[in-house]
């Protein structure tokens, strides 16, 4: 049960990330109204990258979960919750993430981490009440 929350958390999660990537395109395409040359693409690409980035840092900060895991009462409990952590976190998690099966199949050989979070103390726990601590 445990593995099948986490794979629907993670179908959840892409269509948060989904729909912030609309929010942020459509920001960016009312300053640019065409995506002409490749510096443009880039800086697209980027920009959605930043906001995503401050959704999974500001959610890591705030309650140490994000919107699908606090729905299916998952938890990440955190070796730190410094900025500069969760910075870091998100760095590694967008580089681990290109080798999407790799990093999803590393939860059923390392249990309750990602190979993002392999050498660190993060842990993937189920959350026993329902009331949301914050």
Same mark, same amino acid.
């Given at each position: 049960?445990? $593995? ?29 109204? *065409?995506?002409? +040359?490749?510096?443009?693409?880039? %800086?697209?690409?980027?920009? #959605? ?8 840092? $500001? ?10 895991? *606090?729905?299916?009462? /998952? ?10 952590? /969760?910075?870091?976190? $998100? ?11 790799? +990093?999803? %199949?590393?939860?059923?050989? /390392? ?12 842990? #993937?726990?189920?959350?026993? +009440?329902?009331?949301? +601590?914050?």
């Amino acid at each position: 049960m445990f $593995y099948l929350k986490i794979f629907i958390v993670l179908i959840y999660e892409l269509l948060i990330l989904l729909a912030i990537a609309f929010i942020a395109g459509f920001v960016f395409l009312i300053f640019f109204d *065409r995506l002409e +040359n490749n510096i443009l693409r880039f %800086l697209h690409q980027f920009l #959605i990258w930043i906001a995503w980035g401050f959704y999974f840092i $500001y959610s890591w900060k705030r309650f140490g979960q994000t919107l699908p895991m *606090r729905a299916w009462s /998952l938890r990440l409990n955190f070796e730190h919750k410094s900025y500069k952590f /969760l910075i870091l976190r $998100y760095i590694k998690v967008t580089f681990f993430w290109f080798f999407f099966p790799l +990093n999803f %199949l590393a939860i059923f050989f /390392l249990k309750d981490r990602f190979l993002h979070d392999f050498r660190t103390k993060n842990l #993937i726990t189920v959350v026993q +009440n329902k009331t949301l +601590n914050k």
